[in-house]
């Protein structure tokens, strides 16, 4: 539609205007994560590995202060450069984890209308840059083909309910190891439904490569 094209521009006028402040920390910050966050953020443990029955997960940072703040700022108020910051920051912690390569990098979809809402998926940067990293190529072709209530405060049993056939395959067959990116991982049941079907789409060896961890009744 025409006014998509005046879409962009209008963000990048209404984020000049916004009051620059730090995402991590809202002192006054003319960066996305200011210098003290950014150190406080590169300190934060690596979680470990961990093995599901679909595959195994990767994590670059547990979900807390800064992380924690970049997220809601990629992902509540529409800010694409915390998602190049997470983005950034992920694929450089992760790569060095001896993650098998991948034959292709695959982003997690948002359910269409969540999309239109936030201007653009916030997963979508990270997986970028990891393809990248990776020199593999990144396949957009997983869809939502129904749309789901969101996840926060369910059970896992009531989350694996809600996502249930929640996505569909629209890309290339697919061969070897995918790498199936996502921002948040809680239960992974999300992660669950979206790897069944990249396995039924030929994929041998899912690793799901997530921004940050987190553990329910915990921060
Ligand atoms: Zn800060």
Known sequence: ???????????????????RQCAGCRVASPDVLCEPCLELALALPLPPAE?????????AFPFQTPIRGLVHAAKYQGRRPAARVLAALTA?????????????????????RRRRARGYNQVEPGARA????????????????????????????????????????????LTGTVWLVDDV????????????????????????????????GRG
Request: charged share 20%; no cysteine; hydrophobic share 50%.
């Open 1 to 19: 539609m025409w006014w998509a094209r005046l879409v962009e521009p209008a963000r990048l006028l209404l984020d000049a205007l916004a009051p």
């Open 51 to 59: 093995r599901w029955r679909w595959g195994q997960t990767w994590s």
């Open 130 to 173: 990891l393809a990248a990293l990776a020199a593999a190529p990144l396949l957009d072709g997983l869809r939502r083909v129904r749309e789901t209530a969101p996840q926060v405060g369910r059970s896992l049993p009531d989350r694996r309910r809600n996502v249930a056939g929640a996505f569909a395959w629209s890309g290339p067959p």
């Open 185 to 216: 991982v809680t239960t992974g049941a999300t992660l669950e439904a979206a790897a069944t079907v990249l396995q039924r789409a030929g994929a041998g060896r899912i690793d799901a490569v997530a921004t940050a961890r987190a553990w329910r």
């Open 92 to 112: 450089e912690r992760l790569v060095t984890q001896g993650l098998p390569p991948p034959a292709a990098v695959v982003p997690v979809a948002l359910a269409r």
